[in-house]
């Protein structure tokens, strides 16, 4: 990525797009992307866990609320994403490759992998939603980190709803090349207490500024907040 190259990059977990009132709008979820203004966005748990994993946000409803477009990644027809992950990005970005990642675990986990090519710079994206266990979590990261060492090396950055309350535990595999970014607490949205929602980046990306979206709809819209970050090359 060029040094004066810029992207923002978001995370959103949003609960099948059922708010703290109970009602399930993703037409307020997607109010709330928008509201961001990110250039991608990964998002947790849009997929049911059973089934055909039915998305719940309609597909036409992304273009109808957002300039966005979904990543194909999808497991069938009815899915939005892969294990309930997917990832958004701005109309006009041109996405590389894709992939799915398999994550070791006893529930069921993964993580979504797009590369994108936007304003002349390419930067790797992977979306995960990890485990509710540390054990579970430390390896999961580990599976990551090792599957992507298997690539060609660029600008690369690992976000989602990391199920971590720690700020010193449970994610060690991503110390050895990643800077791990808590943009503040965005769970629970009623009140937030805990950060679990992070975005690591790669040692030749820098943080510019960070946040979590709490305008609007944000704190009836999921139990999580959205986070983001803008980010540069070093």
């Known amino acids: 990525m060029p040094n004066d190259a810029q992207i923002r990059v978001a995370s959103y977990n949003v609960r099948k797009c059922v708010g703290l009132d109970r009602k399930a709008m993703p037409e307020r979820v997607l109010e709330v992307i928008s509201q961001v203004q990110a250039e991608v966005v990964a998002i947790q748990e849009v997929d049911a866990r059973l089934g055909q994993r039915a998305t719940s ?3 036409d409803f992304i273009d109808k609320y957002t300039d966005m477009k979904p990543v194909d990644l999808a497991q069938s027809e009815l899915s939005l994403g892969w294990h309930g992950n997917a990832i958004l990005v701005r109309k006009g970005t041109k996405v590389t490759a894709t992939d799915q990642l398999h994550l ?4 069921s986990r993964g993580a979504a992998l ?3 090519e936007s304003q002349n710079f390419a930067i ?3 979306a995960t ?3 509710l266990l540390r054990r579970n979590r430390r390896e999961q990261v580990r599976s990551i980190v090792d599957q992507l060492e298997e690539r060609q090396t660029m600008p690369t950055v690992i976000m989602g709803d990391f199920n971590e309350w720690s700020h ?3 994610l060690e595999a991503l110390d050895e090349n990643f800077n791990i ?3 503040g607490r965005s769970f629970h949205s009623a ?3 805990a950060a679990l929602d992070r975005i690591a980046t790669s040692a030749d990306l820098e943080l510019r500024d960070a946040g979590v979206h709490q305008r609007g709809h944000a704190p009836k819209a999921s139990d999580h907040l959205p986070v983001w970050a803008d980010l540069s090359g070093t």
Do not use: A, D, N, T
């Open 57 to 59: 946000i309609p597909f």
């Open 104 to 107: 070791p675990s006893l529930e």
């Open 114 to 116: 797009v590369e994108i």
């Open 124 to 126: 790797r994206i992977v």
């Open 129 to 131: 939603h990890l485990g």
């Open 168 to 170: 010193k535990k449970g």
């Open 181 to 183: 970014h808590v943009p």
């Open 191 to 193: 009140r937030p207490v």
